[in-house]
């Protein structure tokens, strides 16, 4: 009788502490290195439960950890991880569980997740001005926040994918320097316009997006009027050449005459008919 008893104080255990539907579709979405989770409540769960949210990391503390600020999450809510997944280069995993008074569910595992290499890296913030034969792209302060949220970043080795595309013909070229706060592209043609847009890569991450395009004249275009001025010289140049050259042939062609008349007078004068 007593054994009896113990079970079924056991299952009516179970079915009160276990008995919510475990969450789904839980996974880690990453962008400029914001980590945040999203998951989905189990089918049926109660709209007053909430749901608790811990991470592992594989090389550092090796037990769940409670995230600070997930632990009283409503349904359609996210968890920002950002501040307990400070190291790039670790592997971490998230798992979520919902829990209601005296009822918890069964915890969902995300996948693996590694911070440097599953972000997506925004598009560089940047301005284009010209500088004679080269353009300046100067990084602006947004995109410089990036690298000092987290002391790691600064030291990686950041480069910056550069495409230019000549506007005039649409010759275009690509490049991959250095990433620091200002960068010349050198050997262009002077005024003339130039139009790039630029991504971030590193070594371990090739996941970005392309900044918009931003166009500049390498030096200022010569204006309207002083294209008009140099149309019409030439155009005046090219007249006067003309007719300095007919004027030249017309006196060749009378002094051709007039030696023609002359030769025939002294023939007639020397054999008279």
Request: with cysteine; aromatic share 10%.
């Amino acid at each position: 009788m007593m054994g009896l008893c113990t079970l079924l104080l056991l299952h009516l255990h179970l079915a009160v502490c276990i008995s919510l539907p475990e969450p789904s579709n839980v996974s880690i979405s990453s962008f400029n290195m914001e980590h945040i989770l999203s998951f989905s409540p189990g089918p049926r769960t109660p709209t007053d439960a909430h749901f608790q949210v811990q991470f592992y990391s594989f090389s550092r503390t090796r037990r769940w950890k409670a995230v600070v600020g997930c632990e009283q999450l409503m349904a359609g809510q996210t968890c920002n991880l950002t501040d307990g997944l400070m190291d790039v280069f670790d592997q971490y995993m998230a798992r979520v569980r919902a829990v209601r008074t005296n009822q918890t569910s069964n915890w969902t595992r995300s996948r693996e997740f590694q911070p440097l290499a599953d972000t997506v890296l925004g598009p560089p913030e940047f301005s284009v001005s010209g500088c004679g034969n080269c353009l300046i792209l100067q990084i602006r302060d947004a995109t410089r926040i990036l690298f000092n949220h987290n002391p790691q970043l600064k030291d990686l080795d950041w480069k910056l994918e550069i495409n230019v595309k000549r506007n005039r013909d649409g010759a275009e070229f690509k490049m991959e320097v250095p990433y620091k706060q200002k960068t010349v592209i050198s050997y262009l043609q002077p005024g003339v316009e130039y139009c790039v847009f630029a991504s971030f890569r590193s070594f371990i991450n090739r996941s970005s997006i392309s900044s918009e395009l931003h166009c500049a004249f390498t030096s200022p275009p010569p204006p309207k009027h002083m294209l008009s001025l140099v149309l019409g010289l030439f155009g005046g140049f090219t007249l006067v050449a003309i007719l300095v050259v007919a004027r030249v042939f017309f006196r060749s062609k009378v002094s051709l005459e007039l030696l023609r008349r002359h030769l025939s007078r002294l023939k007639s004068l020397i054999c008279p008919a």
